[in-house]
Nanobody, 115 residues
Framework: QGQLVESGGGLVQPGGSLRLSCVAS????????MGWYRQAPGKQRELVAG???????SYADSVKGRFTISRDNAKSTVYLQMDNVKVEDAAVYYC?????????WGQGTQVTVSS
């Protein structure tokens, strides 16, 4: 019943922008703190940004100043605004319960960075 669905990925040029969305349904709508994660081929999954239900945010140093996480609780949606993207940002991006209470992962959305 609970589900997380990511969307908004695609091809973007270095320095460009992209906005990712994560729609939560069912029991996933109750997640208190949501995180955006990413995983590139052959690399470990890493936490990119997090946001609480009240709107408190945190960012990995690698994306600080370039990415912005936000949420619309009425729509049960979390966003990741990616600005000034770099080639090292290329990865599959996932949203997930930052506190790991909701144990399921979506399919993610692919972000490709190429000039």
């Amino acid at each position: 019943q609970g589900q997380l669905v990511e969307s908004g990925g695609g091809l973007v040029q270095p320095g460009g922008s992209l906005r990712l969305s994560c729609v939560a349904s069912g029991t996933a709508s109750d997640i208190y703190a949501m995180g955006w994660y990413r995983q590139a081929p052959g690399k470990q999954r890493e936490l990119v940004a997090g946001i609480t239900k009240a709107g408190a945010t945190s960012y990995a140093d690698s994306v600080k100043g370039r990415f912005t996480i936000s949420r619309d609780n009425a729509k049960s949606t979390v966003y990741l605004q990616m600005d000034n993207v770099k080639v090292e940002d290329a990865a599959v991006y996932y949203c997930h319960d930052l506190l790991n209470r909701f144990n399921y992962w979506g399919q993610g959305t692919q972000v490709t960075v190429s000039s």
